[in-house]
C-alpha cells in the first residue's frame, strides 16, 4: 500500500508561486497515475492535474499554463509547480495515487494548505 505525504504548502500573495511536492512510500510509484487535487471551504474536491508513469498529463482549465505537474519514480516524489497564483486557488491540496492497471488501488495524502492573499 502506497503511503502519500504531501508538502510546500503556505500563504503566497496573488501572483507568486510555490511548488509542492508529494513523497510516496510502501511501493514504487512507477505503475501509479498521480494526481493533485484540491477542495475549497464549500467545494467539492477538484482535479488540478494529473500525470501518468510515462508522463503524460491532464490539467484542469483553471490551471492551464499556470500549474506543471512532475514526477521523479526514481525519488518517488511528484510536483506541482504553482505559479501566477490568483485568491480563488486557495484551498486544500490532495496528492493522489491511482494504480494503472487496478484503479481500485488507490491512496491519498493528508493534504497541504494553500492560500493566496493579500
Known amino acids: 500500500q502506497v503511503q502519500l505525504v504531501e508538502s510546500g504548502g503556505g500563504s503566497v500573495q496573488p501572483g507568486g508561486s510555490l511548488r509542492l511536492s508529494c513523497a510516496a512510500s510502501?511501493?514504487?510509484?512507477?505503475?501509479?497515475?498521480m494526481g493533485w487535487y484540491r477542495q475549497a471551504p464549500g467545494n467539492q474536491r477538484e482535479l488540478v492535474a494529473t500525470?501518468?508513469?510515462?508522463?503524460?498529463?491532464v490539467y484542469a482549465d483553471s490551471v492551464k499554463g499556470r500549474f506543471t505537474i512532475s514526477r521523479d519514480n526514481a525519488k518517488n516524489t511528484v510536483y506541482l509547480e504553482m505559479n501566477r497564483l490568483r485568491p480563488e486557488d486557495t484551498a486544500v491540496y490532495y496528492c493522489?495515487?491511482?494504480?494503472?492497471?487496478?484503479?481500485?488501488?488507490?491512496?491519498w495524502g493528508q493534504g497541504t494548505q494553500v492560500t493566496v492573499s493579500s
Open positions: 510502501g511501493n514504487s510509484l512507477s505503475a501509479y497515475v
Open positions: 500525470i501518468t508513469n510515462v508522463g503524460n498529463t
Open positions: 493522489n495515487a491511482r494504480h494503472a492497471l487496478f484503479p481500485f488501488r488507490q491512496a
